[in-house]
């Protein structure tokens, strides 16, 4: 592997959990990764969260038998699957409620990574900059994709200025809500008009927590994406357009379909892939067919990167990127490993 760091641009950038983990590694409770999700949620408390989260690990418990060691995406996978043999094999005796645990799910991952990645206000939640990130995408260039299967907001919050990417026109499809709240604040800190034009994409090709979907015309960005409330000491659900960690991802509609055509084609055409904090779990078939048939047409092409950057505490992590991507470096391809995305940080702001 090099040492000489360089990127070679267009880059595509892509994140996953282990980036805002290592961003926010030194909070008091730090954003989860899959394999300890059910470790950290119990620690999580107020508006309502623990209340939502005893539930949720009580029906992991029931799975399993256990609620540590259980992944994430391992345990909606089960349910999933269960609700949807459900449908049309329901049991004469004692059926499960499948649905119902999704529901509960879907909430308690919102609101855990917006309890980790925001500081608790009063009652509002604001949040917190990670200036990892923020070195992160001073790296960026015009013609950079940005690619993440995170669904928080620590991307977006981590943009200095409007120069390179905003929320009205920088994911990929039209946008509404540019007037909203949260929209509004994200230009008025920047010093930004409204009027700048993105030069970079961001793809969150899981969703995102601002989202709320707008029928026939892509997304609409939420008033208050940082809700997390209770009303009569009932737990508040918020309406989020997020692809939850199953199998069943719906990305052959809209607006998924467009992100997903257009993280293949960025892909396809980039010369540097810089992978931050994504390890391409064994469950996320979809995500792993879309980098092999990439490295397919760039082999068959000769169309090979430049290099390869690999971010991850896990020298498992990094082996399997190296094998899976040597097809696509060719003979000249060069690959730079990093301990996780403080390092790269660090190793590329020089």
């Given at each position: 592997m ?10 595509a950038f892509?994140?996953?959990a282990?980036?805002t983990a290592g961003?926010?590694?030194?909070k008091l409770?730090?954003?989860p ?11 999580i ?14 029906s992991?418990?029931?799975l399993y038998?256990?609620?540590s060691?259980v992944g994430l ?7 999933e ?16 409620d499948?649905?119902v645990r999704q ?7 919102r609101?855990?990574?917006i ?9 509002s939640?604001?949040?917190c900059?990670s ?7 001073e790296q960026l260039?015009?013609?950079?994709t940005l690619i993440t299967f995170?669904?928080?907001?620590v991307?977006?919050?981590?943009f200095k200025?409007a120069?390179l990417w905003?929320?009205?026109d920088?994911?990929?499809v039209l946008?509404?809500?540019k ?5 509004r604040r994200?230009?008025?800190d ?10 970079i994409a961001l793809?969150k090709?899981?969703?995102?927590i601002?989202?709320?979907l707008?029928?026939?015309k ?8 940082y ?6 000491k ?5 309406e989020a357009s ?5 199998w069943?991802k719906k ?5 998924y379909?467009q992100f997903?055509r257009?993280a293949?084609?960025?892909l396809?055409k980039?010369?540097?892939i ?5 390890s ?9 067919a879309l ?6 047409l760039?082999r068959?092409?000769g169309?090979f ?7 991850d ?7 399997k990127f190296?094998n899976?991507?040597?097809p696509?470096?060719g003979a000249?391809g060069k690959?730079?490993?990093?301990d996780?995305?403080k ?7 020089v």
């Amino acid at each position: 592997m090099s040492s000489n760091s360089t990127i070679t641009h267009p880059a595509a950038f892509i994140f996953g959990a282990g980036a805002t983990a290592g961003a926010f590694k030194e909070k008091l409770i730090p954003p989860p990764v899959d394999s300890n999700f059910f470790d950290m949620v119990h620690l999580i408390d107020g508006h309502g969260t623990k209340r939502i989260a005893q539930q949720v690990l009580h029906s992991v418990w029931e799975l399993y038998g256990k609620t540590s060691g259980v992944g994430l995406e391992e345990y909606f996978r089960d349910i999933e699957v269960r609700a949807r043999i459900g449908k049309f094999a329901k049991p004469a005796n004692q059926p499960k409620d499948w649905h119902v645990r999704q529901e509960h799910l879907t909430e308690l991952i919102r609101r855990v990574y917006i309890h980790t990645t925001c500081d608790a206000k009063g009652n509002s939640m604001v949040p917190c900059l990670s200036q990892i990130h923020q070195s992160v995408l001073e790296q960026l260039r015009p013609k950079d994709t940005l690619i993440t299967f995170n669904y928080d907001l620590v991307i977006e919050e981590s943009f200095k200025t409007a120069k390179l990417w905003n929320p009205h026109d920088g994911y990929g499809v039209l946008t509404q809500g540019k007037n909203f709240d949260w929209a509004r604040r994200w230009y008025k800190d920047r010093g930004a008009t409204g009027a700048e034009k993105s030069k970079i994409a961001l793809l969150k090709l899981h969703g995102s927590i601002n989202w709320r979907l707008y029928p026939n015309k892509g997304i609409c960005l939420k008033q208050r994406p940082y809700y997390v409330r209770t009303r009569g000491k009932k737990v508040v659900y918020e309406e989020a357009s997020i692809l939850a960690p199953g199998w069943d991802k719906k990305i052959d509609r809209n607006p998924y379909k467009q992100f997903w055509r257009r993280a293949r084609l960025d892909l396809e055409k980039c010369r540097t892939i810089v992978i931050l904090g994504y390890s391409l779990p064994t469950t996320d078939i979809l995500a792993q067919a879309l980098f092999a048939e990439i490295i397919r047409l760039r082999r068959a092409r000769g169309k090979f990167l430049k290099a390869l950057h690999i971010a991850d505490p896990d020298s498992l992590v990094k082996k399997k990127f190296v094998n899976l991507f040597a097809p696509a470096l060719g003979a000249n391809g060069k690959i730079f490993a990093y301990d996780g995305i403080k390092e790269f940080s660090l190793k590329l702001g020089v």
